[in-house]
C-alpha cells in the first residue's frame, strides 16, 4: 500500500501518520521526494482500511499496489534513487562506464588495463576474482589472489573495483574489499546469498538471469532491500532465447520497463549479451538511447590469449573508440560521460 502526503505535510504529521500505521503492525517507508511524501506501507495491508486512512487531512490519495515487490517499486519511491560508489555517482545524469577484464589474470594485466580505462573515461574498474563457468575444466579465476590484484589496481588508479561474489561465506571479506559486488546472472535466485548482501550496505549490482522475467529479476532485487540493504544496481545482460546466432539476446526493452516499475539503476553489458566484440559498440549506443544509467564493458589488453570470455573483449584502443561514440550519443539523450 502507498500513502501519498500532500506537499505542505510537516514532519510532525507524517510521523502521526506513521505512528497510526505501526500500531496497528505496518512497517512504513518514507520517502521525500521533492513534491511530495510518500510512505510506502509494509505488511498484511489488506487489513488496513484504505478509506479510513484516506480521511486524515494530510492524505492527498491511498493506492494499494499489485506488484510483489515493494521496495523496488517505483510507486513506492518515486524519484531515481542515484547510488554514491566512493563518489562515482549511479543513476544521476551523468553515465557511468565500467571496464575491465573478465577475470583478473595478473598483476601486469589488472593494472595496465586499470590505467588505460581509467585514461579513456571509465569511472569504474571491473575484474572477475571468482568465476562461475558452465565448465568445470575452465579457468576458475584467481580467488582472492585476483581480489588482492584488484585493490592493487584500485590503488594504483583511484577507480572504484566491481567484482562477483559466489557464496554466502564470502560476503564479509567482499563487504571490507569490494566496492560494488556483484551478482552474476546464475546466481541472481541465490536467495541465501541475496538475505546475506541485505544485511549489509555495500551497493549490489545484480545481474539479470538467464532466463528470468523481469519481474522475477526486481523480486531478487526485493530479497536484498527488504534486508534492509537498498543500494542495489540493476543489470541487463542478455537472456536465453531461441536465437542462436548469438551467447544471449540483449533486451533493449527492459530498459524502459525497469524504468517505469522501479526507481533503480539499470545499467547494460553488451560484452555478454552476444558474446561477440564487434556488437559491442551498436548495443552499447542502444542502451543509452534507450535510458540506460551506464554499461559495463570486457576490455582485455590481449583478447586473443584471455583465459575467460577473449571473444567478447575489446582492446583498450576499442574502447577508447567506444568511448568517443557515447560521448556523442550521450548529449542527445540528455545524459553526460
Known amino acids: 500500500m502507498i500513502v501519498i502526503l500532500k506537499p505542505e505535510t510537516n514532519e510532525s504529521e507524517i ?24 510512505l510506502g506501507v509494509l505488511g498484511n495491508t489488506y487489513e488496513v482500511d484504505a478509506d479510513s486512512i484516506s480521511l486524515n487531512p494530510c492524505v492527498d490519495r491511498v493506492m494499494r499496489v499489485s506488484e510483489p515487490f515493494k521496495k523496488a517499486n ?51 574498474l571491473r575484474g572477475g576474482a571468482f568465476k562461475p563457468r558452465t565448465s568445470p575444466y575452465s579457468f576458475q579465476g584467481m580467488e ?13 588508479t583511484g577507480l572504484p573495483i566491481v567484482s562477483e561474489i559466489m557464496s554466502p561465506k564470502h560476503v564479509e571479506r567482499f563487504n571490507e574489499e569490494v566496492d560494488v559486488i556483484q551478482v552474476g546472472a546464475r546466481n541472481m535466485q541465490n536467495f541465501d546469498l541475496l538475505k546475506e548482501l541485505g544485511h549489509i550496505r555495500k551497493p549490489i549490482l545484480l545481474k539479470r538471469g538467464l532466463s528470468s522475467t523481469i519481474e522475477e529479476w526486481l523480486m531478487s532485487a526485493e530479497y536484498i532491500m527488504a534486508g534492509g540493504n537498498e543500494n542495489v544496481i540493476l543489470c541487463e545482460r542478455g ?23 522501479s526507481h533503480l539503476p539499470i545499467i547494460v553489458d553488451p560484452s555478454h549479451a552476444t558474446g561477440m566484440n564487434w556488437m559491442v559498440t551498436p548495443l552499447a549506443v542502444a542502451a543509452i538511447a534507450a535510458g540506460a544509467d551506464g554499461i559495463m564493458l570486457e576490455v582485455h589488453n590481449d583478447p586473443k590469449n584471455a583465459k575467460c570470455d577473449g571473444a567478447q573483449s575489446i582492446t583498450p584502443a576499442e574502447f577508447e573508440t567506444v568511448m568517443k561514440q557515447l560521448k556523442g550519443v550521450a548529449e542527445v539523450a540528455g545524459r553526460s560521460l
Open 15 to 38: 510521523q502521526n501518520i506513521v505512528g497510526e500505521l505501526n500500531a496497528i503492525g505496518m512497517d512504513v517507508q518514507v520517502n521525500k521526494g521533492v513534491e511530495c511524501t510518500v
Open 74 to 124: 517505483r510507486k513506492f519511491h518515486p524519484d531515481n534513487t542515484v547510488i554514491d560508489v566512493c563518489g562515482v555517482k549511479i543513476g544521476g545524469k551523468k553515465l557511468a562506464v565500467i571496464a575491465g577484464p573478465c577475470s583478473v589474470e595478473s598483476e601486469q594485466q589488472i593494472t595496465q588495463i586499470a590505467k588505460d580505462v581509467k585514461a579513456a573515461g571509465a569511472s569504474l
Open 144 to 156: 582472492f589472489e585476483g581480489l588482492d590484484l584488484l585493490m592493487e589496481a584500485r590503488a594504483e
Open 239 to 261: 537472456i536465453r532465447t531461441f536465437e542462436t546466432y548469438t551467447r544471449n539476446t540483449l533486451d533493449i526493452s527492459a530498459i524502459p520497463a525497469v524504468k517505469k516499475l
